[in-house]
């Protein structure tokens, strides 16, 4: 075998060696690329998520179709009325700003939060802010905790969401408050709140006695009063 060809011929062999092991190294080794993805239900969208979104707006009374999991023109039209309602882009889409509002994203959620998710603490801490923003730490906290008490209670709904959406609960949610970006002080109330402090002593209502006129509200039986708010049972 003449040298020029042995030298081609070991060449090869080295490489197709090198091709078979160190290369399959490498791909072992060297992780791929990721690729970050999330999903956007729209119009013509199916599955899974379409029906979670379907199925909270039905409960928060946005929504009176089938939870099919089809986005239709019904599931739209819900979707925008829940957006023009929490004051974000009406656009129909339930993209990530949507399902954090309607408390989908399930971000964060953990046993060291009970459970709740980050879009739920977030959710809380935009009601706080637009509530009681001028109120003490403590009465924030206490705003908080009753929107948490009646999570638990059976007269309503079972979800942060639920509680804050529910219709006529809240004046802030239906006002220009509603347009308050949770502040740093209001998310670590709502926190406070979630970790089980509650200045309200149980309370399911509270209201300003010098803005309220609502004569069943007059008549609850007062826990406790925090700055401009009374809490009652």
């Known amino acids: 075998m003449q040298a020029p060809f042995r030298r081609r011929f070991f060449a090869f062999f080295l490489s197709l060696a090198l091709f078979l092991t160190g290369g399959a190294a490498l791909q072992r080794h060297v992780p791929a690329k990721q690729t970050e993805v999330y999903t956007l ?3 013509g969208s199916r599955g899974q998520e379409v029906r979670a979104v379907q ?46 509002y309607l408390g989908l994203d399930n971000g964060g959620s953990s046993a060291a939060n009970g459970g709740y998710s980050s879009s739920d603490i977030t959710l809380l801490a935009k009601l706080i802010a637009a509530e009681a923003r001028g109120e003490s730490y403590t009465g924030q906290v206490a705003v908080g905790a ?9 007269s309503f709904p079972d979800t942060i969401a639920g509680v804050i959406y529910q219709k006529g609960a809240f004046s802030a949610v239906n006002d220009s408050n509603w347009s308050v970006s949770p502040t740093a002080t209001s ?19 509270y209201y300003n006695p010098a803005k309220t006129t609502n004569a069943y509200m007059l008549s609850r039986p007062v826990i406790v009063t925090i700055g401009n708010h009374r809490f009652c049972a």
Not at 187 to 205: E, H, M, V
Request: aromatic share 8%; net charge positive; glycine share 14%.
């Open 146 to 154: 009753v929107v948490l008490n009646r999570v638990r209670h059976p």
């Open 187 to 205: 998310r670590k109330a709502a926190q406070d709140a979630i970790n089980g402090w509650d200045p309200s002593g149980g309370a399911i209502y």
């Open 55 to 100: 199925q909270k707006l039905k409960s928060l009374g946005f929504y009176g179709g089938s939870v099919d999991g089809v986005f239709g023109a019904q599931t739209k039209k819900a979707v925008v009325a829940f957006q023009k309602r929490v004051g974000i882009t009406a656009d129909g889409i339930a993209g990530p700003k949507t399902l954090l």
């Open 41 to 43: 239900s729209q119009l």
